[in-house]
T-cell receptor, first 118, second 113 residues
Framework: EAQVTQNPRYLITVTGKKLTVTCSQNMNHEYMSWYRQDPGLGLRQIYYSMNVEVTDKGDVPEGYKVSRKEKRNFPLILESPSPNQTSLYFC?????????????????FGPGTRLLVL | GQQLNQSPQSMFIQEGEDVSMNCTSSSIFNTWLWYKQDPGEGPVLLIALYKAGELTSNGRLTAQFGTTRKDSFLNISASIPSDVGIYFCAGQLRNFGAGKSTFGDGTTLTVKP
């Protein structure tokens, strides 16, 4: 079954305590992204990765780091979390096709990680 | 960064009615995407659009890539209760799924039986 998994699903932490949210996909997708979603707003992209060892900033990268050492994993690291990073975080993976033989582009989002920074 | 204006912000409709929503941008995109998000879940991709003027359907959903490349529209025909949720548009400069994505703030759809 095609799947994007995130861990943990819920996390309460304190300001300044480093944390990592893991993201893993089992579809061999090239592209992966991290987003945050705040009440009443759409998703805002934090970082994205085009392939292993290739990452770049999205619209709101401040306070976050990522790495892509393996194709399947794309962890999000908060070195020193602050209360304004309290949010719902989503990881996504996607892959393009040549649109032949019924192949379609695919994208899947993880179930989300709800983070509260006190 | 780029911004998308999605409207309406919310809609309350009767079951069976048709729904229209749209997104506009001040700059062009090369890919437009439409998603649905149910409470407590991640977004699910509904339709991807790749060319200006393209019209694509997915069941009762139809989406169009505006000819100016600065807007996109989503229509839902004959709405049913399970259409309830938040619909998001997103634009990308690069190919599908690659690079930066910009999302609208969503349209919350409520369908009354």
């Amino acid at each position: 079954e095609a799947q994007v998994t995130q861990n943990p699903r819920y996390l309460i932490t304190v300001t300044g305590k480093k944390l990592t949210v893991t993201c893993s996909q089992n579809m061999n997708h090239e592209y992966m992204s991290w987003y945050r979603q705040d009440p009443g707003l759409g998703l805002r992209q934090i970082y994205y990765s085009m392939n292993v060892e290739v990452t770049d900033k999205g619209d709101v990268p401040e306070g976050y780091k990522v790495s892509r050492k393996e194709k399947r994993n794309f962890p999000l690291i908060l070195e020193s979390p602050s209360p304004n990073q309290t949010s719902l975080y989503f990881c996504a993976s996607s892959s393009t096709s040549n649109h032949q033989d019924g192949d379609q582009d695919t994208q899947y989002f993880g179930p989300g990680t709800r983070l509260l920074v006190l | 960064g780029q911004q998308l204006n999605q409207s309406p912000q919310s809609m309350f409709i009767q079951e069976g009615e048709d729904v229209s929503m749209n997104c506009t941008s001040s700059s062009i995109f090369n890919t437009w995407l439409w998603y649905k998000q149910d409470p407590g879940e991640g977004p699910v991709l509904l339709i991807a659009l790749y060319k200006a003027g393209e019209l694509t359907s997915n069941g009762r959903l139809t989406a169009q890539f505006g000819t100016t490349r600065k807007d996109s529209f989503l229509n839902i025909s004959a709405s049913i209760p399970s259409d309830v949720g938040i619909y998001f548009c997103a634009g990308q400069l690069r190919n599908f799924g690659a690079g930066k994505s910009t999302f609208g703030d969503g349209t919350t759809l409520t369908v009354k039986p």
